[in-house]
Protein backbone atom coordinates (compact mmCIF):
# COMPACT_ATOMS: atom_id res chain seq x y z
CA UNK A 1 0.00 0.00 0.00
CA UNK A 2 1.39 3.47 -0.69
CA UNK A 3 2.41 5.77 2.22
CA UNK A 4 0.80 8.53 3.05
CA UNK A 5 2.27 11.55 2.18
CA UNK A 6 2.07 14.84 4.59
CA UNK A 7 0.92 17.93 3.41
CA UNK A 8 3.44 20.95 3.95
CA UNK A 9 0.80 23.80 4.06
CA UNK A 10 3.13 26.14 4.43
CA UNK A 11 4.58 25.55 0.86
CA UNK A 12 1.84 27.19 -0.88
CA UNK A 13 -1.27 28.71 -0.66
CA UNK A 14 -2.94 25.41 -2.61
CA UNK A 15 -0.89 23.15 -0.06
CA UNK A 16 -2.73 25.22 2.60
CA UNK A 17 -6.13 24.65 1.10
CA UNK A 18 -5.59 20.88 0.73
CA UNK A 19 -4.25 20.54 3.88
CA UNK A 20 -7.63 22.10 5.53
CA UNK A 21 -9.82 20.10 3.53
CA UNK A 22 -7.96 16.38 4.41
CA UNK A 23 -8.32 17.82 7.84
CA UNK A 24 -11.93 18.49 7.90
CA UNK A 25 -12.45 15.55 6.42
CA UNK A 26 -10.76 13.46 8.76
CA UNK A 27 -12.42 15.19 11.49
CA UNK A 28 -15.49 14.36 9.95
CA UNK A 29 -14.72 10.68 9.97
CA UNK A 30 -14.80 10.23 6.21
CA UNK A 31 -13.00 8.80 3.81
CA UNK A 32 -12.21 10.27 0.25
CA UNK A 33 -14.89 7.84 -1.20
CA UNK A 34 -17.36 8.80 0.86
CA UNK A 35 -16.65 12.45 0.09
CA UNK A 36 -16.84 12.43 -3.64
CA UNK A 37 -19.73 10.26 -3.87
CA UNK A 38 -22.48 12.20 -5.43
CA UNK A 39 -20.29 14.06 -7.17
CA UNK A 40 -18.86 14.18 -11.12
CA UNK A 41 -15.33 14.02 -9.45
CA UNK A 42 -13.21 10.48 -8.66
CA UNK A 43 -11.02 9.76 -5.35
CA UNK A 44 -7.74 10.40 -6.60
CA UNK A 45 -9.00 13.98 -7.83
CA UNK A 46 -10.18 15.21 -4.69
CA UNK A 47 -6.67 13.16 -3.22
CA UNK A 48 -4.38 15.55 -5.63
CA UNK A 49 -6.55 18.81 -4.28
CA UNK A 50 -5.46 17.80 -0.49
CA UNK A 51 -1.82 17.11 -1.63
CA UNK A 52 -2.14 21.18 -3.16
CA UNK A 53 -1.80 19.83 -6.61
CA UNK A 54 -4.85 20.57 -8.50
CA UNK A 55 -7.39 23.15 -8.10
CA UNK A 56 -10.48 22.61 -6.36
CA UNK A 57 -13.65 23.40 -8.85
CA UNK A 58 -16.39 25.19 -8.06
CA UNK A 59 -18.83 22.84 -8.09
CA UNK A 60 -16.93 20.28 -5.69
CA UNK A 61 -16.26 23.26 -3.55
CA UNK A 62 -20.08 23.45 -2.89
CA UNK A 63 -20.24 19.74 -2.77
CA UNK A 64 -17.84 19.42 -0.35
CA UNK A 65 -19.11 22.00 1.88
CA UNK A 66 -22.61 20.50 2.09
CA UNK A 67 -21.20 17.54 2.82
CA UNK A 68 -18.44 18.27 5.02
CA UNK A 69 -21.05 20.78 6.97
CA UNK A 70 -18.11 23.61 6.27
CA UNK A 71 -20.31 26.81 6.18
CA UNK A 72 -19.12 27.19 2.88
CA UNK A 73 -15.60 27.58 3.95
CA UNK A 74 -13.94 25.76 0.71
CA UNK A 75 -16.43 27.76 -1.56
CA UNK A 76 -15.14 31.36 -0.02
CA UNK A 77 -11.33 29.96 -0.91
CA UNK A 78 -11.60 28.88 -4.05
CA UNK A 79 -10.77 32.33 -5.82
CA UNK A 80 -7.53 32.81 -3.26
CA UNK A 81 -6.69 29.32 -4.40
CA UNK A 82 -7.13 30.16 -8.19
CA UNK A 83 -5.21 33.67 -8.13
CA UNK A 84 -2.29 31.74 -6.31
CA UNK A 85 -2.08 29.35 -8.96
CA UNK A 86 -1.74 31.07 -12.04
CA UNK A 87 1.90 32.90 -12.00
CA UNK A 88 2.27 34.60 -15.26
CA UNK A 89 -1.14 33.32 -17.24
CA UNK A 90 -4.41 34.78 -17.21
CA UNK A 91 -6.78 34.80 -13.90
CA UNK A 92 -9.42 33.32 -16.49
CA UNK A 93 -6.67 31.06 -18.19
CA UNK A 94 -6.08 29.38 -14.56
CA UNK A 95 -8.79 26.43 -14.41
CA UNK A 96 -7.04 25.03 -18.26
CA UNK A 97 -3.67 25.36 -16.50
CA UNK A 98 -4.56 22.91 -13.99
CA UNK A 99 -6.50 20.70 -15.93
CA UNK A 100 -4.17 20.43 -19.18
CA UNK A 101 -1.61 18.26 -17.57
CA UNK A 102 -4.64 15.70 -16.44
CA UNK A 103 -6.15 14.99 -19.49
CA UNK A 104 -6.56 12.40 -21.62
CA UNK A 105 -8.28 14.15 -24.66
CA UNK A 106 -7.51 17.41 -25.46
CA UNK A 107 -9.39 18.59 -28.98
CA UNK A 108 -8.68 22.09 -30.34
CA UNK A 109 -10.57 24.55 -32.87
CA UNK A 110 -7.86 27.46 -33.82
CA UNK A 111 -8.96 30.50 -35.87
CA UNK A 112 -7.00 33.28 -34.80
CA UNK A 113 -2.83 32.04 -33.74
CA UNK A 114 -0.90 28.94 -33.28
CA UNK A 115 -2.56 27.06 -29.93
CA UNK A 116 0.03 28.40 -27.16
CA UNK A 117 0.78 24.50 -26.53
CA UNK A 118 2.30 24.23 -29.86
CA UNK A 119 4.20 27.67 -30.44
CA UNK A 120 7.76 28.23 -30.90
CA UNK A 121 9.37 30.89 -28.62
CA UNK A 122 9.50 33.41 -31.50
CA UNK A 123 5.86 32.83 -32.19
CA UNK A 124 4.57 33.16 -28.58
CA UNK A 125 7.11 36.24 -28.16
CA UNK A 126 5.31 37.91 -31.32
CA UNK A 127 1.41 37.27 -29.87
CA UNK A 128 2.63 38.19 -26.20
CA UNK A 129 4.63 41.55 -27.83
CA UNK A 130 1.27 42.15 -30.09
CA UNK A 131 -1.72 41.76 -26.96
CA UNK A 132 0.35 43.03 -24.17
CA UNK A 133 2.62 45.76 -25.64
CA UNK A 134 3.43 47.19 -22.39
CA UNK A 135 4.64 44.04 -20.73
CA UNK A 136 8.74 44.82 -19.51
CA UNK A 137 11.01 42.05 -21.60
CA UNK A 138 11.56 39.97 -18.08
CA UNK A 139 7.31 39.79 -18.12
CA UNK A 140 7.82 38.89 -21.52
CA UNK A 141 10.50 36.52 -21.22
CA UNK A 142 7.94 34.85 -18.28
CA UNK A 143 5.14 34.46 -20.46
CA UNK A 144 7.16 32.20 -22.75
CA UNK A 145 8.75 30.60 -20.44
CA UNK A 146 5.12 29.31 -18.81
CA UNK A 147 4.25 28.64 -22.56
CA UNK A 148 7.41 26.04 -22.96
CA UNK A 149 6.70 24.65 -19.94
CA UNK A 150 3.00 23.92 -20.48
CA UNK A 151 4.08 22.19 -24.03
CA UNK A 152 6.41 19.19 -21.67
CA UNK A 153 3.21 17.56 -21.49
CA UNK A 154 3.89 16.31 -25.30
CA UNK A 155 6.88 14.44 -23.50
CA UNK A 156 5.10 11.44 -22.30
CA UNK A 157 4.61 9.23 -25.61
CA UNK A 158 1.02 8.65 -25.16
CA UNK A 159 -0.69 11.07 -23.24
CA UNK A 160 -3.07 13.12 -24.01
CA UNK A 161 -4.15 12.33 -26.80
CA UNK A 162 -4.41 15.65 -28.76
CA UNK A 163 -6.23 16.99 -32.04
CA UNK A 164 -6.45 20.27 -33.47
CA UNK A 165 -7.60 21.84 -36.26
CA UNK A 166 -6.21 24.91 -38.16
CA UNK A 167 -7.66 27.44 -40.06
CA UNK A 168 -5.89 27.43 -43.19
CA UNK A 169 -5.30 31.46 -42.39
CA UNK A 170 -2.66 30.53 -39.90
CA UNK A 171 -0.85 29.02 -42.19
CA UNK A 172 -0.45 31.68 -44.96
CA UNK A 173 -1.09 34.95 -42.76
CA UNK A 174 2.28 35.01 -40.88
CA UNK A 175 2.64 36.72 -37.71
CA UNK A 176 6.58 36.34 -37.55
CA UNK A 177 9.38 36.96 -40.44
CA UNK A 178 9.56 33.96 -42.51
CA UNK A 179 12.23 31.73 -41.24
CA UNK A 180 10.68 32.49 -38.07
CA UNK A 181 7.03 31.18 -39.31
CA UNK A 182 8.93 28.04 -41.37
CA UNK A 183 10.38 26.85 -37.47
CA UNK A 184 7.05 27.41 -36.44
CA UNK A 185 4.97 24.66 -38.82
CA UNK A 186 7.99 22.83 -38.56
CA UNK A 187 7.55 22.14 -35.35
CA UNK A 188 3.95 20.75 -35.90
CA UNK A 189 4.96 18.99 -38.39
CA UNK A 190 8.08 17.36 -36.13
CA UNK A 191 4.94 16.41 -33.43
CA UNK A 192 2.92 15.02 -36.09
CA UNK A 193 5.75 13.04 -37.66
CA UNK A 194 6.37 11.76 -33.85
CA UNK A 195 2.39 10.53 -33.82
CA UNK A 196 2.11 13.11 -30.80
CA UNK A 197 -0.18 14.95 -32.35
CA UNK A 198 -3.16 15.00 -34.98
CA UNK A 199 -3.48 18.07 -37.11
CA UNK A 200 -5.93 18.76 -39.58
CA UNK A 201 -6.33 22.21 -41.49
CA UNK A 202 -9.96 23.59 -42.24
CA UNK A 203 -9.78 25.43 -45.83
CA UNK A 204 -10.71 28.94 -46.71
CA UNK A 205 -13.43 27.55 -48.83
CA UNK A 206 -14.77 25.08 -46.35
CA UNK A 207 -18.19 24.55 -45.99
CA UNK A 208 -18.84 25.07 -42.70
CA UNK A 209 -17.95 28.48 -41.04
CA UNK A 210 -18.95 27.29 -37.34
CA UNK A 211 -17.26 29.53 -34.66
CA UNK A 212 -15.18 31.62 -36.58
CA UNK A 213 -15.00 34.54 -34.14
CA UNK A 214 -13.71 32.04 -31.47
CA UNK A 215 -11.33 29.34 -30.35
CA UNK A 216 -12.40 26.37 -28.72
CA UNK A 217 -10.77 23.47 -26.30
CA UNK A 218 -12.28 20.45 -25.26
CA UNK A 219 -10.61 17.94 -22.55
CA UNK A 220 -11.81 14.87 -21.25
CA UNK A 221 -10.34 12.89 -18.65
CA UNK A 222 -10.25 9.64 -16.71
CA UNK A 223 -11.63 11.39 -13.21
CA UNK A 224 -13.90 14.11 -14.20
CA UNK A 225 -16.38 15.99 -16.46
CA UNK A 226 -15.14 17.04 -19.75
CA UNK A 227 -14.23 20.63 -19.63
CA UNK A 228 -14.78 23.52 -22.61
CA UNK A 229 -12.57 26.44 -22.79
CA UNK A 230 -13.90 29.58 -25.11
CA UNK A 231 -11.45 32.13 -25.55
CA UNK A 232 -11.43 35.99 -27.51
CA UNK A 233 -8.42 38.49 -27.22
CA UNK A 234 -8.63 39.40 -23.75
CA UNK A 235 -11.31 36.86 -21.97
CA UNK A 236 -12.40 32.97 -21.76
CA UNK A 237 -14.38 30.96 -20.34
CA UNK A 238 -13.99 27.52 -19.21
CA UNK A 239 -17.76 25.05 -19.06
CA UNK A 240 -18.25 21.82 -17.20
CA UNK A 241 -21.59 21.41 -17.57
CA UNK A 242 -21.63 18.14 -19.45
CA UNK A 243 -24.77 18.68 -21.42
CA UNK A 244 -23.44 21.68 -22.84
CA UNK A 245 -20.08 20.98 -23.55
CA UNK A 246 -22.07 17.83 -25.69
CA UNK A 247 -23.75 21.11 -27.40
CA UNK A 248 -20.43 22.67 -28.68
CA UNK A 249 -19.14 19.20 -29.41
CA UNK A 250 -21.45 19.13 -32.41
CA UNK A 251 -20.23 22.27 -33.99
CA UNK A 252 -16.68 20.97 -33.50
CA UNK A 253 -17.23 17.82 -35.23
CA UNK A 254 -18.61 20.19 -38.26
CA UNK A 255 -15.45 21.32 -38.52
CA UNK A 256 -13.18 18.26 -38.02
CA UNK A 257 -15.16 17.06 -40.96
CA UNK A 258 -14.98 19.74 -43.30
CA UNK A 259 -11.32 19.99 -42.79
CA UNK A 260 -8.86 18.36 -45.12
CA UNK A 261 -7.86 14.32 -43.45
CA UNK A 262 -4.58 14.13 -41.62
CA UNK A 263 -2.53 13.18 -44.18
CA UNK A 264 -3.21 15.96 -46.43
CA UNK A 265 -3.01 17.98 -43.53
CA UNK A 266 0.42 17.54 -42.60
CA UNK A 267 1.61 17.78 -46.39
CA UNK A 268 0.23 21.36 -46.85
CA UNK A 269 2.08 22.13 -43.50
CA UNK A 270 5.38 20.84 -44.43
CA UNK A 271 4.50 22.77 -47.93
CA UNK A 272 4.18 26.03 -46.45
CA UNK A 273 7.30 25.75 -44.23
CA UNK A 274 9.15 25.15 -47.45
CA UNK A 275 7.49 28.48 -49.24
CA UNK A 276 8.36 30.34 -46.43
CA UNK A 277 12.25 29.08 -46.42
CA UNK A 278 12.15 29.41 -50.44
CA UNK A 279 10.60 33.15 -50.19
CA UNK A 280 7.23 32.39 -51.74
CA UNK A 281 5.51 32.93 -48.80
CA UNK A 282 6.07 36.53 -46.65
CA UNK A 283 4.78 38.86 -44.18
Known amino acids: MASRKEIDGSASVPAFYGKELRWKREAAGHTLQETVEGSYFGVSYLSEIERGERRMPLELARHVDRFLKTDGFFERRCEDVQKARRGVHAEYFAQVLEAEPRARVIERWSNALIPGLLQTPAYARAVINSTHPLDLPTQVDAKIDGRMQRAKLFDDPRKPEYWTILHESLLRQPIVPPTEMAEQLDKIAALARRRRIVPQV??????????????????????????????????????????????????????????????????????????????????
Not at 222 to 232: F, I, N, S, V
Not at 245 to 256: E, F, G, S
Request: aromatic letters at 10%; charged letters at 25%; zero cysteines.
Open 202 to 283: LPWNAPTRAFMELSLMFMEFDDAPPLLYTEGPYHGQAIDDPALVKRYHKAYDRLRAAALPPEASLAMIEDAAEDYRNGKLRN
